[in-house]
């Protein structure tokens, strides 16, 4: 269900730059509900509360939009340690960047003008710690 989320909060945030609070809404549910459930690793709430005051803090500067920032935050019920979090960083770092080294090189992808679809680099960024293999 994760994935088809991801996939499509992907495609909305290329075709029109906008992640639907609906699907962070519904991604939300399902992962905090698999976690209180199933799952007997806890939740690391600071880590959480530590991920989402960044983000509002780049928001604010304009640097990243509400909807990567909520985005952001709910993925991280899903990584237990800080470790693991660092590696989504660094993997949602290196899908941005290549996005924006793909935007620069394609001027129709308009990137300069629209911004670049950076839910796309958090998607790809944490399917690569949740699928290593």
């Given at each position: 269900?994760?994935?088809?989320?991801?996939?499509?909060?992907?495609?909305?945030?290329?075709?029109?730059?906008?992640?639907?609070?609906?699907?962070?809404?519904?991604?939300?549910?399902?992962?905090?509900?698999?976690?209180?459930?199933y799952?007997?690793?806890?939740?690391?709430?600071?880590?959480?509360?530590?991920?989402?005051?960044?983000g509002?803090?780049?928001?604010?500067?304009?640097?990243?939009?509400?909807?990567?920032?909520?985005?952001?935050?709910?993925?991280?019920?899903?990584?237990?340690?800080?470790?693991?979090?660092?590696?989504?960083?660094?993997?949602?770092?290196?899908?941005?960047?290549?996005l924006?080294?793909?935007?620069?090189?394609?001027?129709?992808?308009?990137?300069?003008?629209?911004?670049?679809?950076?839910?796309?680099?958090?998607?790809?960024?944490?399917?690569?710690?949740?699928?290593?293999?």
């Amino acid at each position: 269900m994760i994935l088809l989320l991801l996939f499509y909060v992907s495609v909305t945030d290329i075709l029109y730059r906008v992640i639907p609070n609906l699907v962070i809404l519904i991604m939300f549910i399902c992962i905090v509900t698999d976690r209180l459930i199933y799952s007997d690793i806890p939740i690391n709430f600071i880590l959480i509360l530590c991920v989402f005051g960044t983000g509002i803090l780049l928001y604010a500067a304009r640097i990243m939009g509400a909807g990567d920032v909520k985005l952001i935050t709910v993925l991280t019920f899903l990584i237990p340690e800080y470790p693991l979090f660092i590696s989504f960083l660094f993997y949602t770092t290196l899908t941005g960047a290549g996005l924006a080294v793909l935007g620069y090189m394609i001027p129709a992808l308009k990137f300069k003008e629209r911004g670049l679809p950076y839910g796309v680099a958090i998607a790809l960024g944490f399917l690569m710690i949740a699928c290593p293999h």
